[in-house]
Nanobody, 121 residues
Framework: QVQLVESGGGLVQPGGSLRLSCAASGSISRIIVMGWYRQAPGKQRELVAT???????NYVDSVKGRFTISRDNAKNTAYLQMNSLKSEDTAVYYCNVQAILWSSRGPNIYWGQGTQVTVSS
């Protein structure tokens, strides 16, 4: 069992910044990938950023240069620093984790409940 607790969402003006956090807990043996997805009303969920153990981050083109994903391995926590926010960044942001549990034979995918980010004047 894995629980993902997301925080840091809210209302911000265009050009502002937010930092999202995702803390994973449970009987985790190894986290392979942590990432963030987002979904705006009436739109499909899209990948925003991912970071795999021992690898470099990946970003969707629309956030490159503005967003930074990072990870604290000791805390099993991922962060998404969001700078120069635009109205089109408005969405529910979901944490996503690929992990292996101590009791599991292979990796599984886990989702957070989502946190709302609204960029508006």
């Amino acid at each position: 069992q894995v629980q993902l607790v997301e925080s840091g969402g809210g209302l911000v003006q265009p050009g502002g910044s937010l930092r999202l956090s995702c803390a994973a807990s449970g009987s985790i043996s190894r986290i392979i990938v942590m990432g963030w997805y987002r979904q705006a009303p009436g739109k499909q969920r899209e990948l925003v950023a991912t970071i795999a153990t021992g690898s470099s981050p990946n970003y969707v083109d629309s956030v490159k240069g503005r967003f930074t994903i990072s990870r604290d391995n000791a805390k099993n926590t991922a962060y998404l620093q969001m700078n120069s926010l635009k109205s089109e960044d408005t969405a529910v942001y979901y944490c996503n984790v690929q992990a292996i549990l101590w009791s599991s034979r292979g990796p599984n995918i886990y989702w957070g409940q989502g946190t709302q980010v609204t960029v508006s004047s």
